[in-house]
């Protein structure tokens, strides 16, 4: 699929150190909102209830989220640890969450709101520091020229004729404010090509033109795709719906074949990605941290989403998480941030990062091993428990370290430290 991408791509210096940045921030907060939100059952409401676009378009005007306020939800992300927010400006049912010219159907023409949401967000995020990543759908309910050659299966209501060539050209101007409108923006996040790739596998979404558009804007700015296939030129970063790097269970028609670009997943905090308010079930801290540390053992950021109200708050269970996540990130970020994949493969009993010299052992376990072996072939200097600094005894053996762990103590996230000899 190499045609469909840009040609030739060099990132520049700028995108290189972005990409390494990003890297190493290793946590970052996806927000799922939009006017789906309202309805309360997830993104996909439209799609998966057979609603007809244009009546579920009414409900835009009925949309005030008179809570929002993006300073809160900020300072609230960044508590957490988290390094980046990823924020849908646009999903399947085809609503822009921002101040578009190339349509009404946006929080602008279409809501009695009237606030450009992500200019508010992007605002903040520079105020308080923090990167701002924009998801953006290729998929679109709504509009009749997104259709290419027929009805692809989803019963919106809308018809099939309309030329692609100007929704492909809507996407485009699009993008372009938004990477022109909004300041520095830390990525673009796509997903929906998988829509048509169900039905006509090359089909040619022109990625090439659009990404080079966006690396000409801002040559920083990195462009992921959630296709699940290897990644296509031009993109720098992959990422990995509901799946650690490598694994393909959620679905998709792709290998997940891992390439050479730093690597993200993402997750929901509960079981929904945009909010549903029967779905109460949200992951307790000690589960969404071992989600991030068996995703940084990987190597991979994990993107962890949250489904805000349609009052504009986050629900408080989610602020709850992201309290408890940023505490032992303050702890334990160390072994974190800035880390690589451990070089030793994850297993059952959990998972190893790597920085420097140092190598960190995560037992994730609920009952502690008597031993790890790890086939190591640095010498060990030093092996400590993280906390407090205690000894464990590691032992040399052929072709590895066994690190005798009977005796310590199962945790979250029970970390041992070594130090590797150089
Ligand atoms: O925005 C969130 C998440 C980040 N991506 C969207 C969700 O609304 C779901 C994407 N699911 C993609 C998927 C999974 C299996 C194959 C595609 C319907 C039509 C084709 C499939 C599902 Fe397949």
Known sequence: FAQQGQTGYQPTPENLQARQEFSDSKFGIFLHWGIYSMFGQGEWYMETSGIDCHEYAKAASGFYPSRFNAKEWVAAIKASGAKYICITTRHHDGFSMFDTRYSDYDIIDATPFKRDIIKEL???CQKQGIKLHLYYSHLDWTREDYYPYGYTGHNTGRTKHGDWNTYYQFMNNQLTELLTNYGPVGAIWFDGVWDHW??????????????????????????????????????DFQMFERDLPGENKAGFSGTSKIGQLPLETCETMNGMWGY???????????????LLVRAAGKGANLLMNIGPQPNGELPALALDRLKGMGEWMNKYGETIYGTTRGGVESSEWGTTTRKGNMLYVHILADKMPSFITLPLKERVKKAVLFDGGEKVKAERIDGGVVLHTADLKPDTDCIVALTLAD
């Open 122 to 124: 992007a605002e903040e």
């Open 276 to 290: 549903r308010v029967k779905d109460q079930n949200y992951k307790s801290v000690p589960t969404l941290v071992r």
């Open 198 to 235: 169900e039905v006509d596998k090359n089909f040619d979404w022109r990625l090439g033109e659009q990404y080079a558009l966006i690396h000409k804007l801002q040559p920083a700015c990195m462009i992921g795709n959630n296709h699940h296939r290897a990644p296509i030129e031009g993109e």
